[in-house]
């Protein structure tokens, strides 16, 4: 399964501290979504299936996922431990809310990740009178303080901001405030996610919502980045968007088309359909013509 593998993505918890209205963990923000549990990988299931030999012929692991937030993993800092000891030279990257565990936490994660590449994502969507409207359950105030503690022991933070009409104004403020604090970037962007989240979620966005129409064109980013996704439960799938598909309750009769296949046969089937000029619905919207990557307005490094 990891042969040629360079960069693994790593889902290692389900459990999440935060209520977002189109995150797959929940139902329209409310819940947990029925077709999952709670749980977290371990170091010792790392260890077990993840030898030192692969970890070595690794460019990256990144720590992020559809449904927790890592930091609620509980061996988060060990596991990185492990892979660190396992070669030296590998980036560790994360996403996260920011609004849990303590500033010491954040500290010995920031000591961690110490390598010219690595850094940490805090998904932060606006300023403190926003940032909840969407981060549901998220306290600000102990987000910036646990920036403040990961970026003191040097280490490199990234500001991601989701964009909608309630927050739009605020792009400018928040990137002076990313620039103030330290962070090493900013980027905003708008989420594609309104053709699977249709409900009146008390949010929307900065203009009116267009179904694109996705093509058969797909330039497959598991492919481009030689990557593949594990998930919580230490199941390995194509990319982390094919297991969203397969597991989000809402909007699941768009995605029937890769319910007859295990996780195991979609690493063979997408390939196939990509072959035959027939992908899946959720390839074409990830990484079809019109792809994620529209959805980035802005990508700015500030230091």
């Known amino acids: 399964m990891l042969d040629n593998v360079r960069e693994i993505h790593i889902e290692p918890t389900s459990i999440c501290n935060a209520e977002c209205p189109m995150c797959a963990r929940n139902l329209n923000g409310k819940g947990i979504n029925p077709n999952i549990v709670l749980g977290s990988l371990t170091t010792d299931w790392f260890k077990e299936n993840l030898p030192s030999r692969q970890i070595e012929k690794l460019d990256k692991v990144f720590f992020c996922g559809n449904l927790g937030d890592p930091a609620a993993c509980p061996e988060l800092l060990g596991i990185i431990q492990y892979l660190k000891s396992c070669n030296d030279s590998i980036v560790i990257g994360l996403n996260s809310n920011g609004g849990l565990k303590t500033t010491g936490w954040w500290s010995r994660l920031g000591a961690l990740l ?9 998904s932060i969507d606006g300023l403190e009178d926003t940032n909840h409207l969407y981060r549901r359950n998220v306290q600000w105030g102990k987000v910036i303080e646990n920036a403040k503690a990961f970026i003191s022991a040097g280490a490199s933070a990234h500001w991601d901001m989701l964009v909608f009409k309630h927050n739009a104004q605020q792009v400018n403020d928040a990137r002076t405030m990313a620039y103030e604090m330290g962070f ?13 989240y249709r409900d009146d979620l008390g949010i929307e966005p900065v203009e009116r919502y267009t179904q694109p129409r996705y093509t058969s064109v797909v330039t497959c980013e598991k492919d481009r980045d030689r990557s593949v996704f594990i998930d919580y439960t230490g199941k390995f799938w194509p990319c982390c968007h094919m297991a969203e598909a397969y597991l989000n309750k809402i909007g699941e009769e768009m995605h029937q088309d890769i319910k007859n296949f295990s996780a195991k046969q979609l690493h063979s089937e997408y390939k196939q359909r990509l072959e035959s000029n027939k992908p899946f619905y959720i390839c074409r ?18 230091g």
Do not use: H
């Open 285 to 302: 919207r990830a990484c079809g013509t019109i792809n994620k990557r529209s959805q980035w307005k802005t990508e700015e490094q500030l």
């Open 184 to 196: 090493k970037w900013f980027r905003s962007k708008n989420t594609d996610r309104w053709d699977t």
């Open 114 to 122: 110490n390598g010219p590449l690595d850094y940490c994502v805090f």
